[in-house]
């Protein structure tokens, strides 16, 4: 079972509207969540790095939200534009141990559609 | 600074042949993975070094495929013999650190693999 889950898979809206994607994870004990978007054809971007001791942080229009308790976090995008228009992807780091390295967990993405 | 760079960015070749992708990280970056990304399966490491040590390639599919990381500023990715569902687009990425730390991942734009 994939230790990460977003939702929505997809989701269409329209240009100036705000939008909220969710990620909820299961992996523990844990070390940072990232936020990644990736463009049709490129390679993911970062676009928000957070430790389970932050529960906010934004990048422009990018709002990211961590509540470490429940293991869910949410990216909100505001007067969502036509370049905003790609993949989403939820990534879960865990600590290193002896055991583990922190391997980075990834969701399967949301798709997000502009249209104008 | 030129980001993660692969070569090619894309490859085209018959089943049972050899083929070789290429990543340069990015200067002073001490980890760099190699993933592979598919509609059905997603993002899916591949292999990760850390100071050009092989740290976990228990995502490498098979014998087929191998890594190599022969200094810090280059990477190659082989397959041989090549087979139709090796069919991916294939990423490269590097971070300053380890994934438990704070750094964020750095990806190139990927090679588009089709074996035909």
């Avoid at chain 1, 100036?16 to 004990?29: M, R």
């Avoid at chain 2, 980001?3 to 970056?29: A, D, F, Y």
Wanted: proline residues 6%.
């Amino acid at each position: 079972k994939n230790q990460v889950e977003q939702s929505p898979q997809s989701l269409i809206i329209l240009e100036g509207k705000n939008c909220t994607l969710q990620c909820n994870y299961t992996v523990s004990p844990f070390s940072n969540l990232r936020w990644y978007k990736q463009d049709t054809g490129r390679g993911p971007v970062s676009l928000t790095i957070m430790t389970f001791s932050e529960n906010t942080k934004s990048n422009g229009r990018y709002t990211a939200t961590l509540d470490a308790d429940t293991k869910q976090s949410s990216l909100h995008i505001t007067a969502s534009q036509l370049s905003d228009s790609a993949s989403y992807i939820c990534v879960v780091s865990g600590t290193m141990t002896t055991d583990s390295w922190g391997k980075l967990q990834f969701g399967a993405g949301t798709q997000v559609v502009v249209t104008p | 600074d030129a980001g993660v760079i692969q070569s090619p960015r894309h490859e085209v070749t018959e089943m049972g042949q050899e083929v070789t992708l290429r990543c340069k990280p990015i200067s002073g970056h001490n980890s760099l993975f190699w993933y592979r990304q598919t509609m059905m399966r997603g993002l899916e490491l591949l292999i990760y070094f850390n100071n050009n040590v092989p740290i976990d390639d228990s995502g490498m599919p098979e014998d087929r495929f191998s890594a190599k990381m022969p200094n810090a500023s280059f990477s190659t990715l082989k397959i041989q013999p090549s087979e139709p569902r090796d069919s991916a687009v294939y990423f490269c990425a590097s971070t300053q650190e380890g994934p438990a730390y704070n750094s964020p991942l750095h990806f190139g734009n990927g090679t588009r693999l089709t074996v035909t």
